[in-house]
């Protein structure tokens, strides 16, 4: 009886990840299995009947886990398996994957398509082998495709019936170091977005047979009977105005935004890309300002806004804001300098006495270019309302320049420093008013 029911019915998976909008937090895809919890990239746009996440072919897809981060991939045999509805072929589509393809450097694995055929590609022993689906599938159809590979041969299956297999490949699967994700087909030197739904991903660590795939196509089906239906997906233009952020004191920040209706104010931010930090106010308006409490010096914040689309909050693709870089302009005319009052010092003082002389500028930004260790940078923010922006190719000057103007309470305010090659500075053309 026990071993009827394990050649009939697939074990747990390793990994399984349902894009469903219980499962994720705004940026984070939760592994119901295992723990690839996964960074949605793009924006959040859930569909329903079934749950499924839509991803846009332009810049949606779910990293899970970056190229250089420890993974826990299968070896010697895995099973990948999907529920995906394909809007767009493409030549390189990618369903789940972690892989590299750039010429004859090829390793990994990826479940994805082929124009209109579903594929499976593993390497074993430095190069890929790709297998094709015999049957081509419809655009905007619900499909269940599974690929298996058992250390001797690789079988796709496409609803729960075997539609090709292959022995060119044996032994291990050969990995280099490899972003893996859903929804994408991705390597160092290609990023090929899907255009359509995956409302399922599962991963195992063996090869399942074809009874227990036909069973799970089976048991699963019925849910993916109807077409998905493209969703309305809501932009930064939905809102209208912002979101802007201006961090307003060394420890407070702000945030504001307009919405063409009333609606609650929903902002999720954080320090990394999850967004850990939630507020929401029930209150309907369109008018919406939120303040940040205890920001961190020198931090990269990430945040998000919420705006509702059919009883649902949908989350705009997420902004980022340096907490060095204030938008405010303070007052530091009575700032003491933070630099020893010596020659170096006075000459900087001097030459900015002139520059102000000559030009007649103090608004706007500045650029100090070969800006040393920030004294003239500091000398002309000191007596004009001038945002500077200083750059240096030397790190140690850099380092002691942001010392000093963090110590004097400016940096970021008031003055930023860069450190980059002189010859290529990447700044576009009238972008300063003094340089």
């Given at each position: 009886?026990?071993?009827?029911?394990?050649?009939?019915?697939?074990?747990?998976?390793?990994?399984?990840?349902?894009?469903?909008?219980?499962?994720?937090?705004?940026?984070?895809?939760?592994?119901?299995?295992?723990?690839?919890?996964?960074?949605?990239?793009?924006?959040?746009?859930?569909?329903?009947?079934?749950?499924?996440?839509?991803?846009?072919?332009?810049?949606?897809?779910?990293?899970?886990?970056?190229?250089?981060e420890a993974k826990s991939?299968?070896?010697?045999?895995?099973?990948?398996?999907?529920?995906?509805?394909?809007?767009?072929?493409?030549?390189?589509?990618?369903?789940?994957?972690?892989?590299?393809?750039?010429?004859?450097?090829?390793?990994?694995?990826?479940?994805?398509?082929?124009?209109?055929?579903?594929?499976?590609?593993?390497?074993?022993?430095?190069?890929?082998?790709?297998?094709?689906?015999?049957?081509?599938?419809?655009?905007?159809?619900?499909?269940?495709?599974?690929?298996?590979?058992?250390?001797?041969?690789?079988?796709?299956?496409?609803?729960?019936?075997?539609?090709?297999?292959?022995?060119?490949?044996?032994?291990?699967?050969?990995?280099?170091?490899?972003?893996?994700?859903?929804g994408c087909y991705l390597?160092?030197?290609?990023?090929?977005?899907?255009?359509?739904?995956?409302?399922?991903?599962?991963?195992?660590?063996?090869?399942?047979?074809?009874?227990?795939?036909?069973?799970?196509?089976?048991?699963?089906?019925?849910?993916?009977?109807?077409?998905?239906?493209?969703?309305?997906?809501?932009?930064?233009?939905?809102?209208?105005?912002?979101?802007?952020?201006?961090?307003?004191?060394?420890?407070?920040?702000?945030?504001?935004?307009?919405?063409?209706?009333?609606?609650?104010?929903?902002?999720?931010?954080?320090?990394t890309p999850t967004l850990?930090?939630?507020?929401?106010?029930?209150?309907?308006?369109?008018?919406?300002?939120?303040?940040?409490?205890?920001?961190?010096?020198?931090?990269?914040?990430?945040?998000?806004?919420?705006?509702?689309?059919?009883?649902?909050?949908?989350?705009?693709?997420?902004?980022?804001?340096?907490?060095?870089?204030?938008?405010?302009?303070?007052?530091?005319?009575?700032?003491?300098?933070?630099?020893?009052?010596?020659?170096?010092?006075?000459?900087?003082?001097?030459?900015?006495?002139?520059?102000?002389?000559?030009?007649?500028?103090?608004?706007?930004?500045?650029?100090?270019?070969?800006?040393?260790?920030?004294?003239?940078?500091?000398?002309?923010?000191?007596?004009?309302?001038?945002?500077?922006?200083?750059?240096?190719?030397?790190?140690?000057?850099?380092?002691?320049?942001?010392?000093?103007?963090?110590?004097?309470?400016?940096?970021?305010?008031?003055?930023?420093?860069?450190?980059?090659?002189?010859?290529?500075?990447?700044?576009?053309?009238?972008?300063?008013?003094?340089?």
């Amino acid at each position: 009886m026990l071993a009827g029911c394990a050649s009939g019915f697939a074990q747990s998976p390793v990994n399984q990840w349902v894009l469903s909008p219980e499962n994720i937090d705004i940026t984070t895809v939760k592994d119901l299995s295992g723990n690839e919890d996964g960074l949605l990239h793009g924006r959040m746009v859930p569909t329903q009947n079934p749950p499924a996440l839509y991803f846009d072919g332009t810049d949606t897809y779910v990293e899970l886990a970056a190229k250089d981060e420890a993974k826990s991939l299968p070896k010697s045999a895995l099973t990948a398996e999907a529920w995906v509805a394909v809007n767009s072929p493409a030549e390189w589509g990618g369903i789940v994957g972690c892989l590299q393809d750039n010429g004859s450097f090829e390793k990994g694995w990826v479940l994805g398509y082929n124009n209109n055929k579903f594929n499976f590609a593993l390497s074993t022993g430095g190069d890929l082998t790709y297998l094709n689906a015999s049957t081509s599938f419809e655009t905007g159809r619900w499909y269940h495709v599974v690929g298996t590979y058992n250390g001797s041969r690789m079988r796709i299956y496409v609803n729960g019936t075997e539609r090709g297999s292959n022995t060119n490949r044996r032994g291990s699967i050969d990995y280099s170091p490899a972003t893996f994700v859903i929804g994408c087909y991705l390597d160092d030197n290609e990023f090929y977005p899907l255009e359509g739904f995956i409302s399922e991903v599962r991963l195992y660590n063996r090869a399942l047979s074809s009874q227990q795939i036909r069973n799970r196509y089976n048991s699963t089906k019925g849910k993916h009977a109807s077409r998905p239906k493209p969703p309305v997906v809501v932009t930064n233009r939905e809102l209208s105005a912002g979101p802007y952020l201006a961090f307003t004191s060394p420890s407070e920040a702000l945030v504001r935004w307009e919405t063409a209706k009333p609606v609650p104010t929903r902002l999720a931010y954080g320090t990394t890309p999850t967004l850990q930090n939630r507020i929401n106010q029930q209150e309907r308006k369109r008018s919406h300002e939120v303040i940040l409490p205890g920001i961190e010096p020198g931090a990269m914040y990430h945040y998000s806004v919420g705006v509702e689309q059919d009883g649902q909050t949908q989350w705009l693709e997420p902004a980022t804001g340096e907490s060095d870089f204030n938008y405010s302009r303070p007052d530091i005319s009575a700032i003491e300098s933070p630099y020893a009052q010596d020659e170096r010092m006075r000459k900087s003082s001097a030459a900015a006495e002139a520059i102000l002389a000559a030009t007649g500028i103090r608004k706007g930004y500045a650029l100090d270019y070969g800006c040393g260790e920030g004294r003239l940078a500091f000398a002309l923010a000191k007596r004009t309302e001038l945002t500077v922006i200083g750059v240096t190719d030397d790190a140690g000057k850099a380092a002691r320049a942001r010392t000093a103007l963090r110590r004097a309470g400016i940096y970021g305010t008031r003055v930023t420093i860069h450190h980059r090659p002189l010859a290529k500075l990447g700044h576009t053309d009238n972008l300063f008013n003094l340089a």
